[in-house]
């Protein structure tokens, strides 16, 4: 379920956090691709960030333009490549010299004149990597693109994923636009995604200090620059509610554990990376330690690990809160489960944005 008030009113306040007059904002769709979704985030006038041809593919049908598409890849086939110049996107990063120079020889005869740019790898700022391309490859990339007549004008800098301390990014400003001034037609920087969400009450990231650091430094120097920003699951976490039904309850001593009627296959963020959501319950009362179970006998389907609940009752709701980045994105048919349906709440209204699957969905693409 997603709040699609929220959604405008986080998109509205980031959006107003840098006050660099070229500034624009791309939402990474990685975190969160349903097109109801995408479309207010088109509408607030957000861009779209994009990582796979996929991506592209929904934001093109959620109504962005392909001038308002950056794409940013990893080992890209001919195939995809050709794919994005047909669907007309013109702004690229590129994380590899093979790469730049496989694009360059597919759209040399192409009517389209992309603007390009190199994702930044700098192990002492984003520790290792194997994305992105070396300072000291950035001459060779330039050379590249010349021989195709394109010319290298952005960089594109990621911080790393679900970071919150606005020092990481602040502190990595000065370094990453003089490593940008490398590049003798720059004219756009990239300081991509990253951009953390708190979680379970945890450190927010500043975005009116970050805006105003970036601001600042961009207004000494002596060209004009195009900051374009990348916010995903800062964007969208907040807005999106897993909501569960309790379907049994047992207690191993003074431990309360509750199963209910989703799975870790439709969140599955925690058990890959860590970092359960905070829980909710309508219910009130003393609170015990509880773990909070998936319906399948994986030893790792856990929504939640000594949680602070109250005593739940079978046919009890809890709203997993938080889940509007990588939830159903990540989502899966793990364990041979059909996936949830989508909701959107309008203020006291709200409709339904993808369908509850039902098992037929398991023999989508089978043959037998």
Known sequence: MYRGDRLRQTLDQIGRSIPHPNTQFHFASVTNGNIALLQIVQQAGWGLHANTPGDVFLGLKAGFSPPHIVYSGSNLNRADMKQLLDWQIDRFNFDSLSQLQDFCDCAANRSIRPALGLRLNNPELIGDSRIGIRAEEFMDAVTIAHQHNFTITGLHFYRGTGTNATSAFTDAIDRVISIAQRLPDWRSIDFGGGFGYPYRGGAAFDW?????????????????????????????????????????????????????????????????????????????????????????????????????????????????????????????????????????????????????????????????
């Open 208 to 368: 009116p200090e970050f805006g105003e650091a970036i601001a600042q430094k961009l207004k000494t120097l002596s060209r004009p620059i195009e900051l374009l920003v990348e916010p995903g699951r800062s964007a969208i976490a907040e807005c999106g509610i897993l909501l569960a039904k309790v379907v049994s309850i047992k207690w191993q001593d003074d431990q309360q554990i509750v199963g209910v009627d989703t799975t870790v296959a439709n969140l599955s963020v925690p058990a890959v990376h860590g970092g359960y959501r905070s829980i909710a319950t309508w219910k009130t009362g003393t609170l015990h330690q509880t773990d909070v179970c998936g319906n399948t006998t994986y030893s790792r389907d856990y929504l939640g690990r000594n949680c602070w609940l109250p005593r739940l009752e079978i046919g009890d709701a809890i709203a997993i809160l938080d889940s509007g980045a990588y939830g159903y994105a990540m989502s899966s048919h793990f364990l041979h489960r059909p996936r949830p349906a989508e909701v959107l709440l309008e203020g006291s209204q709200h409709r339904l944005i993808r369908q509850r699957e039902d098992y037929s969905i398991l023999l989508n693409g089978q043959i037998f």
